[in-house]
């Protein structure tokens, strides 16, 4: 529709994008949301989800949250997405150059997403973008062709067979090179445990508040909204430590927030390769706070008896450990001060022949450590190496 109004076919391109804009809105609005989710969103919005929680207010985020909008579309990966589309055929793009504006749509969907790393030209999202730059690169040969310059086009052709080789192996999915390296893909884990373990949390039917990447896994089986949505009573929060549309320091408020908040109780967290995943009820009416079983009030006195002492360069925090009679490691770690932020552990137990490394958040990520009571003592426990008992035992303060 863009590239026909360019041809100063004003009516038919606006018919087209107007109409195409009308059947995306039928389908996101009636097929897609009520297949999706019981909220009436379109199920995708939390890709935008810095620009706002709905279609509409995607589409206004240019006047309404100006910020966000700009600052995601000319971030520098978009440019480095760009150059990468347009650089193997280059030479060719540039002899039928506006039949590229076809692809401007799309092109500002995947650079608004909120993930940084959607931009590539490897990932699903682009797939569209790639078929029209073929398209219109053959289209640039065919002119070439038809007004007789071969040396040109040879000159062409050899650019482009170089710049997707290099481009394959600098951004594409070989075996050892490249951004995304599939070897690399291949030998993730699998996550299935982990997703089953959350839903099996969630009461059916439950509306979800979560992060993107588990929101993602959720949709198809409960409605679902972002974190920064409304909550209503009998609803769940799932979300992981990890900052993903959020940067560090907002994931840290919107944390403390919910500690704070008496109808907010812990459900259950996880920790799946050192990636924190914590879940929250949002209860009808206010509660006592729920203790947790593994945080205790504990003098000092009574911690001394709990372990050997850990040295910690953080002297707000005291760190104790004891060897179980199955080999497993218990750790307490205690607040001898009121924290001055959130605490994350990196334990390391190191045997002649084994080692385990393990990131843990104080309190499993369910209670920031400065929302607690000085004296509270955050206890966990670690499993065995391989038919030994760890000689070395040292943990380090992430955050």
């Not at 990890?242 to 940067?247: A, I, L, V, Y």
Request: net charge positive; proline share 6%.
């Amino acid at each position: 529709g863009m590239f026909i109004m360019l041809r100063r076919d004003y009516v038919r391109g606006a018919l087209l994008c107007a109409g195409m804009a009308i059947f995306f809105l039928v389908t996101a609005q009636i097929f897609i949301s009520s297949g999706g989710t019981e909220t009436g969103e379109y199920s995708q919005m939390f890709h935008y989800s810095q620009l706002g929680d709905t279609i509409w207010e995607v589409c206004l985020s240019p006047m309404l949250n100006p910020k966000a909008f700009w600052g995601t579309l000319f971030a520098p990966n978009n440019l480095v997405f760009v150059l990468m589309l347009i650089f193997p055929s280059c030479f060719f793009l540039f002899e039928r150059p506006l039949l590229l504006v076809a692809g401007l749509p799309i092109l500002t969907g995947v650079c608004l997403q909120s993930s940084r790393d959607l931009q590539n030209v490897v990932l699903q999202y682009g797939v569209e973008l790639n078929t029209l730059v073929i398209v219109v690169a053959v289209a640039g040969a065919s002119h070439m062709l038809k007004t007789g310059n071969r040396r040109k086009l040879f000159g062409a052709s050899v650019a482009t067979l170089f710049g997707a080789i290099a481009l394959h192996l600098l951004a594409g999915k070989t075996l050892v090179l490249g951004k995304y390296p599939f070897a690399a893909v291949a030998e993730r884990p699998d996550a299935s445990e982990l997703i089953e373990f959350l839903k099996s949390k969630l009461p059916p039917g439950v509306t979800v508040h979560a992060t993107p990447r588990i929101r993602a896994q959720l949709f198809f089986d409960f409605p679902t909204r972002s974190l920064a949505s409304p909550i209503e009573p009998g609803s769940f929060y799932v979300m992981s430590l990890r900052p993903e549309t959020m940067t560090q320091a907002e994931l840290t408020t919107f944390r403390r927030k919910l500690a704070s908040d008496s109808t907010i109780a812990p459900i259950t967290s996880a920790n799946w390769n050192d990636l924190e995943y914590v879940m929250f009820a949002k209860l009808p009416n206010p509660r006592k706070e729920q203790s947790l079983p593994f945080l205790k009030l504990i003098s000092a006195e009574e911690f001394t008896k709990f372990g050997t002492l850990i040295p910690s360069e953080n002297k707000d925090v005291e760190i104790r450990c004891r060897v179980l009679s199955n080999r497993g490691v218990q750790l307490g770690f205690r607040l001898t001060e009121r924290a001055k932020s959130d605490l994350k552990f990196r334990i390391s137990l190191i045997g002649k022949r084994d080692s385990l490394i393990k990131e843990i958040s104080f309190a499993n990520g369910l209670r920031p450590a400065d929302t607690v009571e000085p004296g509270t003592a955050f206890f966990v426990q670690l499993p065995s190496l391989v038919d030994e008992t760890p000689e070395k035992i040292h943990v380090q303060t992430i955050i």
